[in-house]
DNA sequence: GCACACTCACAACCTAACCTTGTGAGCACC
DNA sequence: GGTGCTCACAAGGTTAGGTTGTGAGTGTGC
């Protein structure tokens, strides 16, 4: 739960546009507010925080060291707003974007906001005018389908086979690792695996029912007989926090402990008779390259991270 | 600049809550708030949004396929936002936490606000009560100091020795790299190395002035005749996605570029005569371990990440 | 069969936060 | 000394968001 120190996002990218621009008047302007609302709410945040972040002169504003502070832990929020932002957008249906694509889940929840949000940087960077997407997100099967039957120009899907009739691209892999803390009795084994069977009988750290990488575990262990939770948290931070204090093994998307698993925070588990890896795969109908235009643009730049 | 769709961040907290708890009463409740403000915020969001995101039926709710979409992206701004919240109430003055600790700049920045949350989800997992840690910001000389006149009882430090008088423990290290895009001439080089001079007579990708990195890259070229950047550009993700696309060198925090680094979308160019890596340290006072009780602790979390 | 507990929704009212307009004061440059 | 920039203070209006009160539908237990 948050507490009640936390600025509005608004806020937040005021003060990140003030650290830029180095003057209330023009930040204010930039985010279409007046001098005196943008004034009145670093006020307000200052107020939260307990100590002034501007330093304020007759000739413009600069932050202060804690001021400095806190735009660098605001960037993360807004870096993660920015994404959802995009993500947003995308499912809105009220006008039809311009490139109407359809995703898997995985996809649409874990990279497509970073590729959108990408896309659109390298346009603006261009000069281009940021193409609007309308995104459909749904499962591979039916994603494959509306690609096929032409109501989206790409689709994104996991899962090994092709899709019959379409052409497609990898654009990345999707893997969920079982990580335990580096004193857990399977980090001390010599080659570090354990059975499917084995880790379905073990009580693991979870995130809360309904997230989606507890669902891709459950599905994957579905037919195996399983054991309950040791521990249920709400994000994944907590999640990493528990496993590598030695609550138990867990299972995480592979980009969200990759830092953990480096640094010997986390020891990764190999488990033996058990997939959790996927391809993902962008496809599109017709020619050997996705149709002109933005769709290209977005398969290139999600290939690139693949 | 965000967009208008972004829903507040206490309403996707309490979207958050429902997926869990599967109930719009129950989430109010737990939010503090009563059930009809908990349906209206809600509400709100799903005009946002544009489509439903909870399925009400007269026993409960459960989130709709998009629900549980944004529920995705939103637990990553809440996840930043939770370190934010972290930082923040180390930083407010009012009350005196029960551990005084003083911190450099960039662990201040980049690793403080993620050990406390992690410390606190421990603590409560534990079943303690958590420690109310009062933070001060500074450079490393000053942080010294304080952790020598026994102003706080630990300090995080950067810099290569020790300070004198004081036990230490690694916690980690910051390392700035710079990297360009894999088509870029640099990376052509059997070696990928260039000097300190080239670098910074090179025009690069750079993040807007005032902010971290940014900061640490102006401080170590400093001395060298420079040149203007290609692009300054307002988030690391548009900083990666710019070099990338080939824009220019650019030099980023390790840890956002890591994924790059290893799907090859970005390439790691060496500079020699520069270091910009910086070991990091806890110190202390006294016995060869930190002081009995939550900083040491906090040491044991932070050093497992190192 | 009916009360009870629980779900969510609608309506009226209130409050408080926030923004705007209008104004004033300090500083720099010409 | 004007002009233009900076930010701050004050008064007023709007609105989002909250609470209280109520109602309707569903499952459970006696």
Redesign the pocket.
């Known amino acids: 739960m948050l507490g009640s120190h936390v600025p509005?996002l608004?806020a937040l990218e005021l003060l990140v546009v003030v650290a830029r621009t180095g003057?209330?008047?023009?930040a204010a302007a930039e985010l279409?507010?007046?001098?005196?609302?943008a004034?009145?709410?670093?006020?307000?945040m200052e107020a939260l925080v307990g100590e002034p972040l501007v330093a304020?002169?007759?000739?413009?504003?600069e932050l202060t060291p804690t001021g400095e502070l806190v735009v660098q832990w605001a960037d993360r929020v807004l870096d993660a707003a920015q994404e959802l932002d995009a993500g947003i957008t995308a499912l809105r249906a009220d006008r039809r974007g311009h490139l109407d694509i359809a995703a898997s889940l995985t996809i649409a929840e874990h990279l497509l906001p970073g590729w959108l949000v990408g896309l659109r940087a390298q346009q603006v960077q261009r000069g281009q005018q940021p193409t609007e997407v309308k995104m459909t997100a749904t499962n591979s099967a039916r994603v494959a389908e509306l690609v096929e039957a032409g109501d989206v120009a790409l689709g994104f899907v996991e899962g090994p086979e092709a899709p019959r009739g379409l052409r497609r691209r990898l654009v990345g892999t999707d893997e969920l690792l079982v990580v335990v803390g580096p004193q857990h009795p399977w980090a001390m084994r010599a080659r570090r695996r354990v059975s499917a069977e084995t880790l379905a009988a073990t009580p693991l750290v979870v995130r809360e029912a309904g997230s989606g990488t507890r669902t891709v575990l459950e599905r994957a262990l579905a037919d195996l007989p399983g054991a309950t939770p040791v521990l249920e948290l709400s994000s994944t931070a907590a999640v990493r926090a528990a496993v590598a204090a030695g609550a138990g093994p867990a299972a995480v998307g592979a980009h969200a402990v990759r830092d953990d698993l480096a640094t010997g925070r986390l020891v990764r588990i190999t488990v033996t008779g058990l997939d959790l890896t996927r391809r993902l795969h962008a496809v599109w109908k017709g020619g050997p390259h996705p149709p002109e235009g933005p769709a290209r643009e977005l398969v290139a730049w999600a290939a690139r991270r693949s």
Chains 1, 2 share one sequence.
């Open positions: 509005d608004r003057s209330l008047g023009a279409g507010i007046t001098q005196q609302a004034s009145s709410r670093v006020r307000t304020r002169s007759k000739r413009g504003s």
